[in-house]
């Protein structure tokens, strides 16, 4: 596996990740993050770069990552080993570079926006002074001396974080300086529908929408629908965001985002815990009552007006799809919701974020019986562990 193709292959399954690249096309660096960080990031709100080295084990380590200070108390870390000479080279080309090109890729691992990087003149010598004996740095796989590293370098970003000046190894952050922003147009093309989608598009409930619209679309094709209707009381109702089936699974699926662009001011933690709980509790309520009308057997409409043929007596998934699920704060109340949901209206009830979602489809290779079975496996798990922070894992060649 050559470098762009290990790099691609990092993009694809990992959540979160930083990548310095050099190379004999240029430099840049690679961020990829959940949507609602990037958001926050465009919309003014301090990243770092922070670095560690380890000189405690047999051979150095040195560490990278960001902070993405969307909440200035609970900043979003994402941390990871530079574990190849590839990655310490570029990291030493870019820190001397005037400037350097910035990506920025979501959950779906598409770009979103660009823009430029420079550093504060000091800002990247101290780094450099770990980097100057290359060869001597570790290279090689994600064993158990690079994972015990790794676990050295969050311990002492947590130390740092809560003000402990005892670190157990070399940390430091730096803050880059971002200029000239381009935001990216993204279209996105289906078996029947095309979108474009834009990262700062205010209406941030159709970008979610639209996303997991496509991210189906290549899995169920023509049976797949967005916003598929029902008449009751004599008036269309929206059934559902988003509507996939095949022969022996069906799919209900409410999306629910939290505003970045267009909220009025930063929320504590305690305000966006108490708000996406809130989002998760009408999700919950809006796909079992979609499960409810098709067991009333109301007659459903795709968006052209054509009746959509369900097998109703099928057990639904039913998927409540956030933008983001915090792991602090209290959300026993949401796990209850979930239990009661599930045991009153049997089905398998889902709460994700899209970071997950995205995960389980390319855990299934492109089939909807795959896709089936592992939410049916996922289920299996929540109902033994009976809570909302669960997070699924692909594996991959490269760890």
Same mark, same amino acid.
């Given at each position: ?22 190379? @004999? ?15 926050? %990031? ?6 770092? $770069? ?46 001397? !570079?005037? /400037? ?18 420079? $550093? ?11 980097? /100057? ?13 690079? %994972? ?10 947590? @130390?740092?974080?809560?003000? !402990?000046?005892?670190?157990? %190894? ?7 300086? %971002? ?38 679309? /290549? ?51 305690? @305000? ?73 209206? !049997?089905? $398998? ?51």
């Amino acid at each position: 596996m050559d470098i762009a193709e290990r790099i691609y292959s990092e993009l694809k399954s990992e959540n979160a990740n930083i990548w310095y690249i050099a190379d @004999k096309f240029g430099s840049k660096v690679m961020i990829k993050a959940p949507e609602i960080s990037l958001k926050a %990031i465009l919309r003014g709100c301090r990243l770092s $770069f922070i670095f560690g080295r380890d000189d405690t084990a047999e051979t150095v380590f040195i560490h990278a990552g960001i902070k993405i200070y969307d909440d200035v108390e609970h900043p979003l870390i994402v941390t990871g080993v530079l574990r190849f000479r590839d990655e310490h080279l570029s990291l030493e080309t870019i820190l001397k !570079n005037e /400037s350097t090109p910035l990506q920025l890729f979501n959950e779906l691992d598409v770009c979103v926006a660009t823009g430029k990087i420079t $550093f504060a003149k000091d800002d990247p010598q101290r780094i450099l002074s770990w980097l /100057s004996a290359i060869d001597s740095l570790y290279s090689g796989a994600f064993n158990q001396s690079a %994972i015990a590293s790794l676990d050295r370098f969050d311990e002492s970003i947590n @130390k740092e974080h809560d003000g !402990n000046t005892s670190l157990s %190894i070399n940390v430091d952050e730096i803050k880059p300086i %971002i200029s000239e922003w381009v935001i990216m147009n993204n279209h996105f093309f289906g078996e029947k529908e095309h979108y474009q989608i834009n990262v700062d598009n205010a209406d941030e409930g159709f970008v979610l929408e639209s996303q997991i619209w496509y991210s189906l679309d /290549s899995v169920f094709g023509n049976y797949l629908y967005k916003g598929p209707q029902i008449i009751k009381n004599g008036k269309p109702r929206e059934l559902t965001d988003v509507l996939a089936y095949h022969e022996l699974g069906l799919f209900l699926i409410e999306s629910k985002t939290a505003a970045v662009f267009s909220a009025r001011e930063n929320k504590s933690v305690e @305000k966006k815990i108490a708000s996406i709980q809130k989002q998760i509790v009408k999700g919950i309520k809006q796909v079992v009552g979609a499960c409810k009308a098709l067991k009333d057997n109301y007659t459903v409409y795709d968006s052209h007006g054509e009746v959509i043929e369900l097998n109703r007596k099928i057990i639904p998934h039913c998927i409540v799809l956030v933008s983001e699920i915090l792991h602090s704060g209290d959300w026993t109340i949401i796990d209850k919701h979930m239990i009661d949901a599930a045991k009153k209206n !049997n089905v $398998f009830l889902h709460v994700m974020d899209l970071a997950e979602f995205i995960l389980l489809l390319k855990a299934s290779s492109g089939k909807k019986e795959v896709f089936d079975y592992n939410l049916m496996k996922r289920f299996e798990q929540w109902v033994q562990h009976r809570t909302i922070h669960m997070r699924s894992r692909l594996k991959t060649d490269s760890k």
